[in-house]
């Protein structure tokens, strides 16, 4: 695994220990030798986990859409820095550079970005492995969630733990260098026999 599309928050969370985590994370990806991909902005967890990785004497890919740029704040410091004209242009960027996708704590973007890129590993669309780094229990409830889709035979159980979760980093990326897509599903459809 050569690198890693983060998807997290512009900003910091209301305790500490978000930055700590993200920046925890940074370090883990240089300890491996590992690039961070991520939306290439300076403020927030975001910001921490680049900085982390920079400081270490890691590689970071950021990738901003252009009407962000001031707005998030983009990282001077960054290796590369990709400036797209749109969110799906980056996310789309993030997809193809990333051979795997984390997800840090954030809001609904942040989720929003981590459930295309699960839905497509679901579908058979990539073979990648999506994480949650659940810093401070931040992902229980989505986790409880999963669970109960399965639960309720809406998520099938090899779907659900393709969601690898990990309050540590290195668990996490030890689960990464791990994984084994499943089968993607299929569905057949009984044609009705005519006289």
């Not at 940074?26 to 902005?41: F, S």
């Not at 309720?152 to 990326?173: C, I, N, S």
């Amino acid at each position: 695994m050569k690198k890693i599309a983060v998807f997290c928050g512009s900003s910091n969370g209301a305790a500490d220990i978000y930055r700590e985590g993200a920046k925890s994370l940074g370090k883990e990806l240089v300890r491996r030798n590992i690039t961070l991909v991520y939306g290439g902005a300076s403020v927030g967890i975001m910001g921490a986990v680049a900085d982390s990785v920079l400081e270490a004497g890691g590689h970071v890919i950021g990738i901003i859409p252009s009407f962000l740029e001031n707005r998030e704040i983009s990282h001077k410091n960054l290796s590369e820095l990709i400036i797209v004209n749109s969110m799906h242009e980056r996310k789309a960027k993030m997809t193809e550079l990333g051979d795997g996708f984390i997800a840090l704590p954030g809001r609904p973007g942040t989720l929003e970005e981590f459930f295309e890129m699960f839905t497509w590993a679901q579908l058979g669309l990539h073979n990648k492995p999506c994480g949650l780094l659940n810093i401070n229990s931040f992902y229980d409830p989505l986790v409880s969630l999963f669970n109960h889709m399965s639960a309720e035979q809406f998520l099938h159980e090899k779907y659900r733990t393709m969601a690898l979760v990990d309050t540590d980093p290195k668990g996490l990326l030890d689960q990464f260098s791990t994984y084994e897509p499943p089968t993607q599903k299929t569905y057949i459809i009984e044609e009705k026999q005519t006289r």
